[in-house]
């Protein structure tokens, strides 16, 4: 069973605007709901391949209903914990004269000790059948990036592999229970070692360095460039599939799902981001984060590759 552990869910509110101007009204031309939320995403994106998940998490509130309601329609399966105040609705801005992304996200969800009790001892059980957890995203009022250490730990414990993503703090935190796989994108990995990477020498060198150090694996997408996989017997450059983009949102947690397939049904990890390449391909051709066609993705399957790298 893959589990996905999310402890900040998340709606999205995409708002397409003409121009993004300030001090003044603006008009939207369209606006998606979608799923937010690393692990979520993957969980969503998972289920509408047609494979099943256990997501657990904390959520609270109408927005937090909401949360529950889309994944389960796609076969999700839901156990989140009930917490104070309200799931958080990220409001995503789309520029459509410059194709530029603003994100506003709001802390509206409060964490209790009951409510990481209640999490722990659900997580706990459901590792007794995981065959991979996905963790990480934000984390909301109440909690610490510690969390991240407990929960891939519990996980290594049973020996269920563990996908981990987040930005600093949780990642430096997170990464020292030394996780089977991190996947940051290019700006992540660059505030987690302190300099800017933008070259892909410069991200492979970090990314061996992380798997010397730690023992964790590094697939590090890249946004218009790709992404980069630097794996225990070997690294690989991944070209982008040229498309043209409606929304790149949700698509580095479309690897996510790609990874945690893979492992899942006991297949080399190759084949894991074959299928995260296409899936996040598919998902920019949608506007909402996350959303994709499933024939979208079989399309995209056959074009993607796996450049031995270096």
Known sequence: MIVSLTPNTTIDLTVFVPELITDTTLR???????????PTDASWILGRMGVG?????????????KVRDMLEADGVTTDFVNAEGETRINTVIIDETTGEHTTITSASMFVEPRHLDALRERYEAALKSASVVITGGSLPPGMEPEFYVEAINMAREQGV?????????????????????IKPNHHELSALVGQDLKSAEALYAAGS?????????VVISRGKKGALAVLREGGYRIPPIPVDVSSPAGAGDALLAGLAHAIHHGRPIED??????AAATAVCLQPGTAAYEVA?????LPQVEL???P
Do not use: C, H, W
């Open 28 to 38: 939207a031309s369209r606006t998606v709901y979608s799923l937010g939320g690393k």
């Open 53 to 65: 998940s256990l997501a657990l998490g904390l959520a609270a509130g109408s927005v937090g209903d």
């Open 161 to 181: 592999p563990v996908i981990f993503d987040a930005s600093q703090p949780n990642l430096g935190v997170g990464l020292e229970a030394k996780p089977t796989f």
């Open 209 to 217: 360095d992380i798997m010397a150090r730690y023992g964790s694996q």
């Open 272 to 277: 894991g981001l074959r299928l995260g390449v």
């Open 296 to 300: 979208d993705m079989r399309r995209f």
């Open 307 to 309: 450049i031995p790298y």
